[in-house]
């Protein structure tokens, strides 16, 4: 039997959950363990003071004895009432709060993940899927609580019923009871008990072979609930309407919707409940209620052979009955723990991803007058499962403390080189060179606190200006502003209703302020400057800026740099101009370096061939 099907692999990844998700909410197993406990007691309390009112009835009947059994019985009641409620309601609440709270857990993942790993498809697939899993019937870590609830249930049911009805068994059938004294013998109880246990069981194994066929519809109804959660919502979001109404594509997203029966009476699931997981879950209840007939056989006949009263047959009855279902429910819990073991593989083969990537050593040094040098030695990459070299065979050095422009068509290698260059992947071949020594032997983050960069892609969080630019929420005021103004966005600063407590965006507040995409990008450079690295490397930093914007940014290109080794990506040759070096790519490779007034008058080169293809829309 291999690993993952084993009952003892099952507890050990379900306990390894519950410990995760124990980390991230540690009030939340006890309370849950509290009102386990009490909603499991329940009924053999009520079983436990109802047996005793009835006996003092039909037996003593004394009034002052019978009044308290009856106090008792109502305080212990309604105490263990009031105290299920109480607990039940912070049980949901942390329930509801875990839902999101065990977000953290990957969150943590992918902050520790390589960023190649990261960025690796298959393993954002994975992700989804175990997203999906969840989504569509809570499969994965948020199986653990009710799986935790339902065995502690199990356990407690069993030993209070174990507690109640000891005596059910070991009272014996007075001799002169005839033919009824067989019920004493040993062999006689031990086959009675057999048969409850193993009736119990194969009730609990039925509705265990119920739950795994729900893994058979996983596919189906894991892309249903994809499609659903994407088209489902589709006219809500921000952005598409104004492509929907000028295109019509509601008529497509309802295509969607009219194929998408995953959960609807057509689909797999629908049909497996109507035939095996109908008849299996059938099956376990009914197996259920004959157990039970065992029991009542049984209490009755040694009652009507004078082995106990009227109460103690409500006892017993009452107390078995309910011990029944607790065995059933703990057999059932078996088949669901194996169901839900195939998808907490799947979850923690994400969050058993290993980190890769070298971290390295070596303390970066930490230069006063910033003299770095980088070297590019004959290094070549391409991206996992990428049958092309995104770059072949490059090699080049940097002039510390001079501005390089890097340029070519899209897909020619300028993102992929400056992603090796802060240590985001690294290269198959060749090697990256700071002051002479390999980057892989530097500590990591020690690394990449010499770069700020402005990527193509850029994110704000919703959160206040200045703590976007600080990336902290205690920050340095006057550096942040100032970094505001070199980037551009010292104008629009002094309109900020709250200056550098303004929240940016409103998913959290009504008094957000949305910034246009060129503000935002200036948000992104001042960000870049205020961390103020050796190395600013800006990818397209004025594609969303107006030329006034974009002029602004060339001009004080050379001020915001000042000793810092700048890197500049353009598809725009003209910014190229103020630049001392400029690079070209193309298709992987660098093909010319050197100024704009040499690369330009170089007719048969590659930078002319640009220049000339842009020039031509601003010349008559």
């Known amino acids: 039997m291999e690993k993952k099907n084993t009952m003892r692999h099952a507890l050990s990844v379900h306990l390894r959950g519950a410990r ?13 363990t509290f009102c386990a406990v009490a909603d499991a007691l329940t009924p053999y309390v009520t079983v436990f003071f109802s047996a005793h009112i009835l006996k003092e009835l039909a037996l003593s009947r004394r009034a002052d004895v019978l009044w308290q059994w009856i106090a008792a019985g109502v305080l212990c009641t309604a105490l263990l009432a009031m105290l299920k409620s109480f607990l039940y309601q912070r049980k949901e609440t942390l329930l509801d709060d875990l839902y999101g709270r065990k977000e953290i857990i990957f969150v943590r993942k992918m902050f520790s993940l390589d960023y190649a790993d990261l960025d690796r498809q298959e393993n954002r697939d994975l992700r989804e899927q175990i997203r999906q899993n969840e989504n569509w019937s809570s499969w994965g870590l948020m199986c653990i609580p009710p799986v935790y609830e339902i065995g502690l249930k199990g356990v407690t049911g069993i030993l209070s019923g174990i507690a109640l009805t ?19 013998s040993p062999v006689f109880l031990f086959v009675l008990a057999a048969v409850i246990v ?13 739950i795994s066929y729900w893994s058979s519809a996983a596919e189906e109804a894991t892309l249903g609930n994809r499609l659903f959660g994407f088209f489902g919502f589709i006219g809500l979001k921000k952005g598409r309407g104004a492509d929907i109404r000028m295109y019509d594509q509601q008529n497509l997203v309802s295509a969607y919707w009219d194929k998408n029966r995953a959960f609807g009476a057509d689909g797999l699931l629908a049909k497996r409940a109507r035939g095996p997981i109908g008849i299996f879950s059938g099956l376990g209840n009914g197996i259920t209620v004959v157990t039970t007939g065992f029991v009542y056989v049984f209490t009755c006949l040694k009652a009507w052979a004078g082995a106990f009263d009227v109460g103690s047959v409500t006892q ?18 078996f088949g669901y723990l194996r169901t839900n073991t ?17 971290q390295g050593s070596l303390t970066t040094e930490k230069r006063s007058d910033r003299q770095y040098e980088v070297e590019f030695r004959n290094v070549s990459f391409r991206y996992p499962g990428a049958g092309t070299w995104a770059l072949k065979n490059v090699s080049m050095k940097f002039q510390v403390g001079r501005r390089l422009a890097i340029v070519g068509e899209n897909g020619s290698g300028k993102t992929t080189f400056i992603k090796l260059l802060c240590r985001l992947y690294d290269p198959q071949e060749g090697q990256i060179l700071l002051n002479g020594i390999d980057i892989r032997k530097y ?7 010499i770069f700020s960069v402005v ?31 070199d980037a551009g966005f010292g104008d629009r600063l002094e309109t900020m209703p709250d200056g550098l407590n303004t929240q940016l965006y409103r998913d959290f507040t009504e008094d957000g302020v949305e910034i246009s995409g060129g503000e935002a990008q200036k948000i992104a450079i001042a960000r870049a400057l205020y961390k103020n690295a050796p190395f600013i490397i800006l990818d397209e930093p004025t594609a969303a800026l107006d030329p006034i914007a974009e002029a602004e940014i060339y001009s004080k290109f050379n001020e915001i740099s000042g000793d810092r080794t700048a890197i500049y990506i353009s598809h725009r040759l003209s910014s190229c101009k103020f630049c001392d070096e400029i690079a070209v790519f193309h298709e992987g490779r660098i093909v010319q370096r050197g100024t704009h007034d040499e690369l330009a008058a170089d007719e048969g080169g590659k930078y002319h061939e640009l220049w000339q293809a842009q020039a031509q829309y601003y010349t008559g």
Do not use: H, W
């Open 20 to 32: 995760m998700l124990g980390g991230v909410s540690p009030r939340f197993f006890p309370v849950l």
């Open 316 to 333: 017993y009855v009452g107390a078995v009955t309910a011990m029944t279902g607790s065995i059933f429910e703990l057999t059932y819990l």
């Open 443 to 449: 500590d990591y983050r020690d690394y990449m606190d």
């Open 455 to 485: 990527f193509q892609d850029f994110q704000l969080i919703s959160q206040p200006l200045g703590a976007n630019v600080a990336g902290s929420a205690s920050y340095d005021e006057t550096r942040v502003r100032k970094a505001l103004r």
């Open 342 to 358: 195939g998808y907490l593989d799947t979850t923690f083969r994400l969050l058993d991803l290993p980190n890769a990537m070298y």
């Open 166 to 184: 000891v005596s059910l068994f070991t009272t014996p059938v007075p001799e002169t009871a005839g033919r009824f004294v067989l019920l004493n």
């Open 198 to 210: 193993l009736v119990s069981l194969a009730a609990g194994v039925c509705s265990g072979k119920a």
